[in-house]
């Protein structure tokens, strides 16, 4: 497409452009016959310019509304496709036109931001459109010349987003000759810089460093990188990483002394990052005159021993490169040797040959569903033609050549990664040791997108797992991925660099590091040690990830790292701490951040000290602490010397308290909180009897919801311990029930059926008008008036009235509510409310620091069930901080934490209720709690009190038998569970645990005494099967007494364990003393898992058998597994049972059911076993022989028992499911 400028004389196409333009609006002379024509005239040449009124009117709008569109809009019509010559006053009445039909609703569906004239970013879309590229800037600043903005909408729209190309984030590649207009522009550029957003003030940065203008800019780079905006100061550090440190270093020496002490501190960081060898000097000078104290914290944090050794490997780590690096700790790691790259050698005939068995069973299968396919619309086999000798030659020409595969998978090795396909003889083929790396290689990339990742993932099929099972063996991941570029596939390290969504990187425990070492070029970008190569930058997150496969992080990455460690997110802080741990000096580097000018930097520090247990660091902390004044900082740092041992008593001062609760309280309320009942916070009382002003209550509720921390601080804790007996429960739990109610408010019936009356006409209306339209869309939209009547009602009266989730932080105060009432109010909300995963985080933080047992097995429960992934992963990361800071593994601290409900070992509990009325809460033979008075009789309730002194005794009473059947009944189910899930996976207790925290314990070891255990020796062997008694004693089936003290470890039994005789003994011994097991041990029949099988990943042995949605749900959530996340057009395809314990998740997939469900019939498919992620997410697909034995038999088993529910097998269930 050709455009004039403003001055030039009226092109000749005026006619053209009219008929391009008449045909882009044809559809509106539905509403105004001949509108599209004048639209045309007035666009070409101006005339008929009342027609914008008229596209401005209601009508008009709505007919184009109704349009088949792109999102982004696009130039569909080809109103800039070439043979026609635009002038910019066309265009821009072109773009007045469109803005006047349609305005702008969604920015990032358009060039440009609202710095730029509307009509300006309607008409660059349409002419940016289809992914144009190399289009002239000249003829967008004649454009921008019409909106008198000088260079203002040229840069906004260069340095915006590009919306057609989500791999891009500026429109620098739309553009020919970017480099030399801007530089021949630089004034009239510096001048209008001010004026962009954020973003694009980034971008810019990004654009100078990767188009080597960083010198020609140096000026307002270094502006931008001492400026406000963090992303925009980022941006420009890592452009003047490429600057001439000469000319960069002068222009900084002469503007120090004329900056402010904030932008001073800012230019000391520059220096420490951008400057390399001549930082230290300049650093010194400056320090020699420098008095501001914000300053001098910062030069001494950069001239500190951490940090002068991190700017010098920072430039560049001597010797850093194949051969090797310098690690954190100073020492030199070497890489191995490389092998060489073997050529390729042809593919023996008797090696190819194994693989026909696999290709004569897939012809039968191919021919048998081709006759098949004639009765249907679309089908497998189409797609497939029967495998002989061509295909055979293409295998081995594939194989044995050296062209470029590319990112498109070779139709020669399509039917062996089909399922039908898969048969004897593949994998035999593919790990023949007489097929070299090449060919593996080559077959691996020729059966994938190019993607590396995807040889790790059953999406490769058989090519790719060979390879990955090469890999794993040995094979030298630098020969492997040099010959997988060779042959064309994608660069998996800048791939997943540059990936535009982030997923983990391979899952697999692999040397990576030493090909990384290859590639310091990348990580050295990813962490802003130099400048963008790509319109998009390099995702800090995904370089964490590689940096991880090196035995000990680069010393050259340690600034950045300790950047990240300090900085505001808590995924990247966390990691970032991970990888500096083994560095030198690196306490000392930490401590110098309690100096910093940033509040929640200096909170962080205290909390990373804290981490690392640096006590030696005390006196450093309270030195900070007597001078701070942040409450986010003071509440960190006094939690870091209670998590060091400190006494943290001394900073409680009641009096105070007051003093800053009325400076608190006279400002404005917190807008999180204008809906908190604060007139309904209870009274309390200091542990001495002494009555709180009630205004400090209403202070440490406004503190709380600042701070942000739902699980608390030892700041709030040291309050909370202060308070007398009770008052800190009854504190919590006003907080915790107004929280809960707040953000679960919903409309009421009354409301929801005047919402469903007032709506239901239109939207029926629109229901009918968009079948007619899209009669395939029937099935998602109700054209049965009372259908959509409740399909409103039920919307209206789910849709919360708003959220909590800002105050998250009051919850803090909720951290001493009773555990068991803590737990009893949290866990409705996650069963019936978990989707708000943000507020379910919140309560779970809240419950993970409440030192009450019951509290933490909710916790420990959401970290091994939870619907939401999120959430589960979340629980699991508190599980796992609770258990660090103790000392213990997760599965340790579980055992240690089960709710006693008060009972004695004996299951008995006494009970004072005044002088000579003794009474006792007792297990009966049904585990239930019952009451019992002095004579040992049963009795329904606990007696009134006779004077006033036996009040407190008989409420005191009351409270703990509720507390107490609220316990065990959770403590029941839960255990239940948790001791089948161990059955299931083989774990194994040191005896001297299992006997203190499992057989002695008044509730689990109930459950004990039901279950068959076996006794395992100082070698790993099982030696004997055992049965507690509950005295003291143990028994085998045959009624022996069995001695615990010739066993080291204990587990639970399972058949699949036990000889046939042994069995059959134990399932008599249960019967015959009426023993009636929490779970099957013995009983149930399960399939046989052969050793065959190991190798597979699918079990398919229900595959096609048919069962009712409703069925499938109902007794897959019996057998304790959820439902499996949505997918596109929101149907689900599975479910699903973690076993976070073991990383391991069951899934159970079938052929889908829609959101919200309907009882449709459906079919079973597979059974397969993924990798869970840390994060919740599924990873690979595991072999069958990676699954715990037993695991594996009881998923099977619930295979069968899903399918029995069924009406079995059909052999047409292709045609009646979708």
Not at 323 to 352: C, F, K, N, Q
Request: net charge neutral; with cysteine; hydrophobic share 45%.
């Amino acid at each position: 497409m050709d455009i004039r400028g403003i001055g030039d004389p009226a092109p000749r196409n005026g006619a053209k452009i009219a008929r391009r333009v008449a045909k882009h609006f044809d559809r509106l002379g539905k509403a105004a016959p001949g509108i599209e024509r004048q639209i045309g005239a007035y666009v070409a040449s101006g005339d008929a310019s009342s027609v914008l009124s008229t596209l401005a009117t209601g009508k008009v709008q709505a007919i184009w509304a109704r349009r088949m569109r792109s999102f982004p809009p696009r130039d569909e019509s080809g109103l800039f496709a070439p043979g026609v010559e635009w002038d910019a006053a066309q265009m821009r009445r072109l773009g007045e036109a469109l803005s006047a039909l349609e305005a702008i609703q969604h920015d990032s569906w358009y060039f440009g931001s609202k710095k730029s004239p509307e009509w300006l970013r309607q008409v660059t879309t349409q002419w940016l459109g289809h992914g144009r590229k190399d289009q002239s800037l000249d003829q967008l600043a004649a454009l921008a010349a019409l909106a008198d903005l000088g260079l203002l909408p040229v840069l906004d729209i260069l340095f915006g987003n590009d919306v057609g190309n989500y791999r891009a984030e500026n429109c620098v590649e739309r553009f020919a000759g970017v480099m030399p207009w801007l530089g021949a522009r630089h004034d009239a550029v510096v001048a209008a810089l001010p004026a962009l957003g954020a973003d694009q003030r980034a971008e810019f940065a990004a654009a100078m460093g990767r188009l080597k203008l960083a010198d020609a800019f140096l000026e307002p780079l270094a502006e931008l990188a001492t400026g406000s905006s963090k992303k925009a100061r980022e941006s420009a550090r890592q452009a003047l990483t490429g600057a001439d440190a000469d000319l960069l270093r002068a222009h900084l020496a002469a503007r120090y002394p004329q900056a402010t002490p904030a932008v001073r501190a800012e230019m000391v960081e520059l220096v420490a990052t951008s400057l390399g060898d001549l930082a230290a000097g300049l650093l010194a000078e400056w320090k020699a005159d420098e008095t501001a104290p914000r300053v001098l914290a910062a030069i001494e944090r950069a001239t500190g021993s951490f940090a002068s050794t991190t700017t010098e490997a920072g430039a560049a780590g001597p010797g850093d490169g194949p051969e090797g690096y310098t690690a954190v700790d100073g020492s030199w790691v070497a890489t191995p040797p490389r092998p060489m790259i073997a050529e390729v050698t042809p593919i023996p005939d008797e090696v190819l040959a194994l693989l026909r068995p696999a290709a004569a069973t897939f012809n039968v299968k191919l021919a048998a569903a081709q006759a098949e396919a004639s009765r249907e619309r679309w089908h497998w086999s189409r797609q497939f033609s029967k495998v002989g000798q061509a295909q055979f030659d293409m295998i081995r020409k594939l194989g044995e050549s050296a062209y470029q595969i590319g990112n498109q998978q070779n139709t020669s090795l399509g039917w062996i990664r089909s399922h039908e396909g898969r048969g004897t003889g593949v994998d035999a083929f593919f790990d023949d040791p007489r097929l070299t790396l090449w060919h593996s290689v080559r077959f691996a990339l020729a059966s994938t997108n190019g993607y590396f990742a995807t040889v790790f993932s059953d999406w490769a099929g058989p090519p790719g797992n060979a390879l990955a099972r090469r890999i794993a063996a040995g094979a030298d991941i630098r020969v492997v991925l040099d010959l997988w570029t060779r042959f064309g596939g994608r660069d998996p390290i800048a791939e997943h660099l540059g990936a535009t969504w982030y997923q983990p990187f391979l899952e697999q425990d692999l040397p990576f590091w030493v090909a990384l070492c290859d590639r310091f070029d990348l990580l050295d970008e990813a962490f802003g040690l130099k400048p963008r190569s790509e319109t998009r930058a390099f995702a800090v997150r995904a370089a964490l990830d590689l940096l991880a496969f090196f035995p000990t992080a680069p010393r050259r990455y340690q600034q950045p790292l300790m950047l990240l460690a300090s900085g505001s997110s808590a995924t990247l802080r966390a990691r970032a701490r991970q990888l500096l741990r083994a560095a030198p000096g690196i306490d000392d580097a930490i401590a110098r951040l309690l100096d910093d000018g940033r509040q929640d930097v200096r909170a962080g520090a205290a909390e990373w000290l804290a981490q690392r247990e640096a006590r030696d660091k005390i006196a450093t902390l309270r030195r900070v602490l007597k001078k701070e004044r942040s409450e986010l900082a003071r509440a960190a740092m006094i939690t870091a010397l209670e998590r060091l041992g400190d006494d943290v008593g001394d900073f409680f001062d009641s009096a105070a308290m007051i003093k800053e609760a009325d400076a608190a309280l006279a400002k404005a309320t917190d807008k999180a909180l204008t809906w908190f009942p604060f007139a309904q916070l209870p009274a309390l009382h200091w542990r001495n009897g002494e009555t709180i002003d009630p205004r400090i209550p209403q202070w440490w509720v406004t503190l709380a919801a600042k701070l942000k921390q739902p699980g608390g601080n030892a700041l709030i804790d040291l309050w909370l311990d202060r308070l007398s007996p009770g008052d800190a429960h009854r504190l919590g739990w006003a907080v915790l029930t107004s929280w809960i109610e707040q953000d679960i408010r919903t409309c009421t019936e009354e409301e929801a059926n005047q919402y469903a009356a007032a709506n239901v006409a239109a939207t029926l209306r629109q229901n009918i008008d968009t079948v007619k339209r899209y009669p395939q869309a029937a099935d998602y939209y109700a054209t049965d008036r009372d259908t959509v009547f409740a399909q409103l009602r039920r919307v209206k009266l789910g849709t919360y009235l708003g959220s909590a989730v800002d105050s998250k932080g009051i919850l803090a105060l909720a951290t001493r509510v009773d555990g068991a009432d803590a737990a009893q109010k949290v866990r409705p909300f996650l069963k019936e409310h978990g989707a708000r995963t943000s507020q379910a985080k919140a309560l779970l933080e809240m419950l993970a620091s409440n030192p009450a047992s019951a509290a933490l097995q909710l916790v420990l429960a959401a970290a091994n069930r939870s619907k939401q992934r999120s959430v589960q992963a979340h629980a699991g990361t508190l599980v796992e901080s609770v258990a660090d800071r103790r000392g213990w593994s997760a599965e340790e601290l579980a055992d240690r934490t089960v709710p006693t409900a008060g009972l004695d070992t004996d299951g008995a509990i006494d009970l004072d209720c005044g002088r000579d009325r003794t009474y006792a809460l007792r297990l009966d033979s049904a585990d239930g709690l019952v009451l019992v008075n002095a004579d040992g009789k049963e009795v329904k309730a606990l007696p009134a009190p006779r004077i006033d002194e036996e009040k407190p005794l008989i409420e005191a009473a009351k409270k703990l038998v509720s507390t107490a059947r609220k316990e065990s009944k959770q403590v029941f189910a839960s255990q239940t569970e948790r001791l089948r899930e161990a059955m299931y996976l083989g774990r194994r207790w040191r005896l001297e645990d299992w006997e203190s925290f499992l057989a002695a314990h008044p509730l689990v070891g109930r459950l004990a005494r039901r279950l068959i255990w076996l006794g395992v020796d100082g070698n790993g062997r099982v030696a004997g099967a055992f049965r507690p008694l509950g005295d003291g004693s143990y028994t085998n089936a045959a009624d022996e007494d069995v001695a615990l003290a010739d066993f080291a470890e204990v587990q639970l039994a399972h058949r699949s364990l036990l000889e046939d005789g042994a069995i059959g003994a134990w399932q008599r011994h249960l019967a015959d003393y009426e023993v009636a097991p929490p779970f099957d041990q013995v009983g149930r029949a399960l399939p046989e898992v052969t050793e065959a099988m190991g190798g597979r990943q699918e079990i398919r042995d229900r595959e096609g058998w048919m069962i009712e949605t409703f069925k499938l749900r109902g007794i897959a959530t019996k057998l304790g597994y959820v439902r499996g996340a949505a997918g596109d057009g929101g149907w689900f395809t599975s479910y699903e049972r973690p076993y976070r314990s073991a990383a391991i998740v069951a899934e159970i997939e079938f052929s889908g059911s829609p959101l919200p469900e309907e009882n449709t019939l459906a079919a079973l498919h597979t059974l397969s076993f993924r990798v869970l992620r840390d994060n919740g997410y599924h990873g690979r697909q595991l072999t069958l022989k990676e699954v715990p034995p037993v695991l594996l038999a009881e998923t099977w088993q619930d295979l069968y028992d899903i399918a029995a529910k069924g009406s079995g097998f059909d052999p047409d269930w292709q045609k009646k499911v979708h």
